[in-house]
């Protein structure tokens, strides 16, 4: 029994020594558990700012991506945006274009025939630009187009008994408004469109529809006279020159030159030239019209006559151009727009009281392109013209006042310029200009 108790206590001894080291083991220090726990702290806080940093570099990138792309998306509207405003532009151009030609087409070839009539006349009254016409018609729809549109050719000459030379006196009563505006003293310039005037002339501004120029009014007739370039058989000249080198203070081109192929120089003046009385040339002249000049009356003649019979009317200074606006006070015949389209115009003429009047109007431009015969017919006889001409027009159209010129001359290329000519209309100097 004591043995057993024994072998009992050695086996509980036994089971202490090896529940000992456990107890021990459970025991640690406080200081090291507080070590480790900071150290563990501070790993998981290290980590997480490592993982907080990883996050915002992702965030930073992800917005960064988002933003490209962005950037991308608006760039690749804007491209797609551009594409449509450019194909929008094309497409209305060529709309425009279409439409454009359409409606050329229809006013060339439709069934109203006013455009037709007016674009036939205009280009073939031209010395260079026939082919306009030509291009788009044929020869019969041209011929066809003139033989409606024309003004008739007189063969009546002026009656100079008819014209009463007057010299300026003071009117308390005048016809209408035009003749006070060229005849009526101390006018007030700005209401009356006075451009200049002196003891012998009046400039004043005229406009209506498609044109817009100048007319002279020059009372003393004696002092009208044909100048000529002092080059003739060799070239022309400006008018500007031929203004100066005359002493003129208001001078309009005169008649027509030969201008083969739209280049002649003004060298070779057609028809009968006669200038200060003296006989300067006899070209043939085969064009509606015939001789515009002054006899020694200082009465302006018109009419179709040979060299003889000129001289034997006393023709003293003359140039050979025409048609014939008006004839002792009658109009010429006008069928449908007159033949002779829109252009820049000069044309001369004489009332029964023999004032003398110089017309320069212009044309040639998109908003004004021009006078038609009927304006100038419809301007002279406003201002009292009982005979009047027709004189060369287009580029040739110019009037100067002290040798420079007023108006705006207009070639067939659209550029601001005049040509050299053969003759021109001049009033002499005036002694109280």
Known sequence: MAEKTIEKNKSINKTKKVTQPKTKKAKQDPKNTTQKQKKTTQSQIKKQEENNIQKSVEVTSKK??????????KKQVKKNKKTPIILKIIITI????????LTLLFLLYGPISTFRDWWITTAMTTMSHKYLAEWFFSEDVINEVLSRNKIEDTHETTNTDLIVIMPPEETVEYKNEFEKQILAPNLDKDKYNIYAEGKNYRIIKVSGKGYSGYLAAIYDPSKVEVATSKYLGNSGQYLTEISKQNDAVIAINGGGFQDEGSHGNGSTPL???FSKGKFISNNQFTEIGGVVGFDNNDKLVLGKMTLAQARNLGIRDSVTFGPFLIVNGEPAKIYGNGGWGTA????IGQRQDGVVLFLVLDGRRLTMPGATIKDLIEIMQNYGAYNASNLDGGTSSAMTFNSKIINDPVDASGNHRTRQIATAFILKDDEEN
Do not use: H, M, S, Y
């Not at 960064?64 to 998306?73: G, I, L, P, S, V």
């Open 94 to 101: 060529l709309i425009l274009i279409i439409v454009g030609i």
């Open 271 to 273: 028809g009968i030239i």
């Open 344 to 347: 820049p115009r000069t044309a």
């Open 64 to 73: 960064e991506t988002e933003q490209e792309e962005k950037n991308d998306f």
